[in-house]
């Protein structure tokens, strides 16, 4: 660290942060400073692909509210193979994906980025060559490799694997609707090849980089994986309703919602349930972390929320713009104008499971709300 011009006193700032990124207590700052020192000296190996995405969690990441925290991980740990940001390409970069997958099996993370399309062999989402020819217009050229190919290549060797951002956690966008690409969430593909390897999703579109490189260092300050959700997500982050912590909430509370976009919205307070807000059934910290060196975050901004961190987006959370259908609360058969009424405390919370509930045509536990 002292070569690179980091002094000690700048390293234990870097790892009191690093405290607040996990949610930890400041008394773990020698803890977390030995770990990190530790860290850099180990270079722990990553390998990071990409499958149906847009590069938005790459790109997120980078934007990351500490930045020298981003830049003390990403650059300690010895990343081998990112495609968004690595100088090599070709054959060169698939070389070393390949080689590294060889010898350090067993000690790297392998992240991915984007789900994994299934379809017609997998020939959506392709990067090298695997051994072979394949016929095209009646010649006969090298075959590429699917994703799904490199995924039996990788994951067995993985310590971990963490899927990055909605689509590769959940499917998201690629895997709405009619998804002719077979687009699959990684982690089915990791238990159809190894049911044992622990899988770590990280939600969001794009996902905040917080959430991902908070989860790195947990992983490699505890050598454990982040105590999940049912959902596989680390409850640091994803372990409270959107809607509990919303500075909105009075609002919602009071009946007082935005109803048109053309309205005026005194002071930005008006709840935005009534304009599509998913933050009733949406499990993640943005009130509190915010966005963009926590500067704002969608409600904050006058959008709602999408519900952008949940299993059920997109394809159960849409259309965007529109409120939660069929809401029932506490024996009131909701139009949404009684919401405001008697919604409260841990009534409000019982929306986001009994919604998905009904979206995912599942019946509600006895005794619940509708
Ligand atoms: S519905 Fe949305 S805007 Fe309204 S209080 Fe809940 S999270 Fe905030
Ligand atoms: S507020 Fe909702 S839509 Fe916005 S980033 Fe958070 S989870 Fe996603």
């Known amino acids: 660290m002292e070569e690179k011009g980091v002094t000690r006193r700048q390293f234990i700032k870097y790892a009191g942060a690093t405290a607040a990124l996990l949610g930890l207590s400041q008394a773990l700052v020698p803890e977390i400073a030995r770990a990190l020192e530790e860290m850099a000296a180990g270079k722990p190996p990553v390998l990071w692909i990409q499958g149906q995405n847009c590069s938005g969690c790459s790109v997120s990441t980078l934007n990351s509210n500490y930045p020298d925290i981003a830049k003390v991980v990403l650059d300690d740990l010895s990343v081998h193979y990112q495609p968004t940001v690595m100088a090599a390409a070709g054959y060169q970069a698939f070389g070393v994906l390949e080689e590294t997958a060889k010898e350090l099996a067993g000690q790297y993370v392998l992240v991915v980025e984007g789900p994994i399309p299934t379809a017609e062999g997998g020939e959506f989402c392709t990067f090298g060559l695997e051994e072979g020819t394949k016929e095209v217009m009646g010649n006969k050229i090298p075959k590429d490799k699917p994703i799904q190919a490199w995924m039996e290549e990788l994951v067995p060797g993985a310590a971990a694997v963490i899927a990055l951002g909605n689509c590769a956690a959940f499917g998201g966008i690629p895997a709405a609707n009619a998804s002719v690409t077979g687009s699959t969430p990684v982690m089915d593909i990791v238990a159809k090849i190894d049911k044992s390897k622990p899988v770590i999703n990280i939600g969001g579109c794009p996902s905040h980089p917080d959430w991902f490189l908070g989860t790195v260092l947990y992983y490699l300050v505890n050598k454990a994986v982040p105590e999940l959700d049912e959902h596989k997500r680390p409850k640091m982050f994803f372990g409270q309703l959107i809607h509990e912590n919303c500075e909105r909430r009075a609002s919602f509370d009071a009946g007082m919602f935005l109803e048109d976009w053309n309205d005026v919205n005194p002071d930005m307070k008006l709840c935005l349930f009534k304009m599509g807000c998913k933050g ?6 943005c009130p509190t972390r915010r966005w963009n060196s926590k500067v704002n975050w969608c409600v904050g901004a006058n959008a709602p929320c999408h519900g952008c961190a949940e299993p059920a987006f ?25 919401l405001g009424w008697v919604a409260a405390g841990a009534t409000a919370v019982g929306i986001g499971g009994h919604y998905l509930y009904k979206q995912l045509g599942k019946k509600a536990p006895e005794g619940g709300d509708e």
Request: no cysteine; aromatic share 10%.
């Open 280 to 285: 009733p059934v949406t499990y993640a910290d």
């Open 314 to 338: 997109y394809k159960d959370l849409t259309p965007l713009y529109e409120p939660l259908p069929n809401v029932h609360l506490a024996g009131v058969t909701s139009p949404v104008e009684t």
